[in-house]
């Protein structure tokens, strides 16, 4: 069954930059994975996601320009760079296996196969 594993997560000052990390054991390239987010009393919402091969992603409005998602499928980590970090980026992020339709991830929380365990990210001066 897949495992996965975010790192990277930490306490940055706006304007600042993080890159997260995404494990992955019993890893196929057959997976796309996504990053998702959740604030305080906030639902989770998803952030970015990556197709099998790296090829396709796809990015929420509110990250799209300062966040870039990648994925080395010899190491079996995705990987999520985060700049120009904003104090409404604080959240615990996840990552997770996600479904894919007509090649293309999905970036649903409903398209989750699999989930990681979070690692919290603090945007705060």
């Known amino acids: 069954q897949l495992q996965l594993v975010e790192s990277g997560g930490g306490l940055v000052q706006p304007g600042g930059s993080l890159r997260l990390s995404c494990a992955a054991s019993?890893?196929?390239?057959?997976?796309?994975i996504g990053w998702f987010r959740q604030a305080p009393g906030k639902e989770r919402e998803g952030i970015s996601c990556?197709?099998?091969?790296?090829?396709?992603?796809i990015y929420a409005d509110s990250v799209k320009g300062r966040f870039t998602i990648s994925r080395d499928n010899a190491k079996n980590t995705v990987y999520l760079q985060m700049n120009s970090l904003k104090p409404e980026d604080t959240a615990v992020y996840y990552c997770?296996?996600?479904?894919?339709?007509?090649?293309?991830?999905?970036?649903?929380?409903?398209?989750?196969?699999?989930w990681g365990q979070g690692t919290q990210v603090t945007v705060s001066s």
């Open positions: 019993g890893f196929s390239s057959d997976y796309a």
């Open positions: 997770a296996a996600v479904q894919k339709r007509f090649g293309l991830c999905l970036l649903s929380v409903a398209a989750v196969g699999s």
């Open positions: 990556i197709n099998n091969r790296g090829g396709s992603t």
